[in-house]
């Protein structure tokens, strides 16, 4: 009984680490999560993996970190123009404002720009394409206490001429641990953030091959994302060491900030902190072994010490099912639990069609643009 008793206590005392972290202080998290896979000109070949990584992505931030999101799969270009302008004018000052997006990319040596390619985009991309400069104008004046724009497309890094040739010094930030996250977070509220971070600079990125599951740039976010759910947070500057100096190198560029009304702070990063909602079902667990503890009162000093025992062997089930099983986030205090959000969905439309996988293997696809691939025989 000893023996039971002093393991259930350990057990409880790992629990408590892991398990006591603050809510999202402060304001709402907003995203548009933006993936093109099909085009309605064959010029541009289809993606794999493009739009299957906006959904995961976008079902992972909704789900563990607790955002509000905008989905945008195989959209038009004025669609997204208009949803960037309106989550840029809806943030509020203490929000996080995050911008996701996947698809082709071009890059017109004429004007030396880049562009986002949309599924209305023609041949020549004077219609359906995005300059990437405008991503800047757009999120000029947003109010969102931190910003950050993640692109998975070729030429991404053409957003800021600055740093498309691999400019800018990658921020050692350590490894954050539960036991340090609210000083961290603490810190990160204070430091206002406009970052953008690309999947490479003015070169072609890769789609992924058929049959692997994302392309390489959003398989390692996901990853890391997932980590983010175990430590309660990662930071964007973790995500790009891990991408550039991992087991598997990706030429990512250094997140750098950029220009805006609020201008960034020296300090400033961008956090994904996974969110208190995990602990619902935790929560109702816990209010289940109240109710059935509840009138012991009078009984007798053993009865009492048995049923918390009990009470406290209930929390620490819950937490060890919480989702996911094998590294849960749950909260100790019952108050510190936000509200489930809801998505705002751009696309009625079924993605099936988008998912498709050539039974026919082929070489690993890149998000480049026509002249690219002529050019390149």
């Not at 970052?195 to 990125?205: D, H, I, W």
């Not at 012991?296 to 919480?322: E, F, K, L, V």
């Not at 749950?330 to 489930?340: E, L, N, Q």
Request: charged share 20%; proline share 7%.
């Amino acid at each position: 009984m000893k023996i039971a008793v002093t393991a259930l206590l350990g057990t409880l005392a790992a629990i408590a680490v892991a398990c006591a972290r603050p809510a999202h202080a402060g304001g709402r998290r907003l995203a548009l999560v933006v993936g093109t896979s099909t085009y309605a000109d064959p010029t541009w070949t289809g993606l794999v993996n493009a739009a299957t990584d906006a959904e995961r992505i976008a079902d992972l931030l909704e789900r563990r970190f607790a955002y509000d999101v905008i989905r945008l799969i195989d959209r038009d270009r004025d669609t997204f123009k208009r949803s960037l302008a309106t989550l840029s004018e809806a943030a509020a000052e203490a929000d996080d404002l995050l911008v996701f997006v996947a698809g082709h990319g071009h890059f017109d040596p004429t004007d030396k720009a880049g562009y986002l390619v949309f599924a209305d985009a023609d041949p020549t991309c004077d219609r359906g394409c995005y300059p990437l400069d405008n991503i800047k104008r757009a999120l000029f004046g947003t109010r969102a206490r931190h910003v950050l724009v993640m692109l998975d497309a070729c030429y991404a890094g053409t957003f800021d001429p600055a740093i498309a040739f691999g400019g800018g010094t990658f921020a050692r930030r350590g490894e954050i641990v539960p036991a340090h996250l609210r000083q961290i977070l603490q810190d990160h509220a204070a430091a206002r953030s406009r970052l953008v971070f690309a999947s490479v600079g003015r070169a072609p990125t890769l789609d992924g091959t058929p049959g692997q599951a994302h392309s390489p740039f959003a398989r390692i976010l996901l990853a890391e994302l997932e980590r983010a759910v175990t430590t309660g947070a990662v930071s964007i500057d973790r995500i790009a060491i891990v991408m550039k100096e991992g087991p598997e190198p990706l030429p990512v560029l250094a997140p750098t900030s950029f220009p805006a009304a609020l201008p960034h702070d020296v300090n400033g990063t961008f956090l994904f902190v996974a969110a208190a909602d995990l602990c619902a079902d935790f929560e109702r667990v816990i209010a289940q072994a109240r109710k059935t503890t509840s009138g012991t009162t009078g009984a007798p000093a053993g009865a009492r010490r048995t049923r918390s025992i009990r009470h406290s062997s209930a929390r620490a089930a819950a937490c060890a099912n919480a989702s996911p099983p094998t590294a849960p986030i749950c909260c100790v205090a019952a108050s510190v639990v936000s509200p489930r959000r809801r998505s705002t969905s751009g696309d009625a439309r079924s993605t099936s069609a988008s998912r498709s996988v050539s039974p026919r293997p082929r070489p690993a696809q890149r998000r480049r643009s026509p002249a690219r691939r002529a050019a390149a025989g």
